[in-house]
Nanobody, 118 residues
Framework: QVQLVESGGDLVQPGGSLRLSCAAS????????MGWYRQAPGKERELVAG???????NYAESVKGRFTISRDNAKNMVYLQMNSLKPEDTAVYYC????????????WGQGTQVTVSS
């Protein structure tokens, strides 16, 4: 079991910035991949950014150049820096942990609301 707690969601104006944080209950080196997903009402949950234990990073095309995923292994923390926010970024953002051992499993945080509106 991996417990994940997100924080940092807020109401922000277009063009503004936010940093989301995810605190994990396990050491990040034991987690295959940490990721950020988002889901807007009536839409499918989509991957925003992911980072593997080896450090490989991938982003959704819609956020490339604007969002940055990072981690602090010593603190078991993963972050998502979001810049140049757009109204279409409005969604509930979820932290995800994909674990391979002792068995393949996915864990999710409770979500944090990001609203981009003027």
């Amino acid at each position: 079991q991996v417990q994940l707690v997100e924080s940092g969601g807020d109401l922000v104006q277009p063009g503004g910035s936010l940093r989301l944080s995810c605190a994990a209950s396990r050491r990040l080196f034991s987690i295959n991949r940490m990721g950020w997903y988002r889901q807007a009402p009536g839409k499918e949950r989509e991957l925003v950014a992911g980072i593997t234990a080896a450090g490989s990073i991938n982003y959704a095309e819609s956020v490339k150049g604007r969002f940055t995923i990072s981690r602090d292994n010593a603190k078991n923390m993963v972050y998502l820096q979001m810049n140049s926010l757009k109204p279409e970024d409005t969604a509930v953002y979820y932290c995800n942990a994909n674990v391979r051992l002792p068995e393949p499993s996915d864990y999710w945080g409770q979500g944090t609301q990001v609203t981009v509106s003027s």
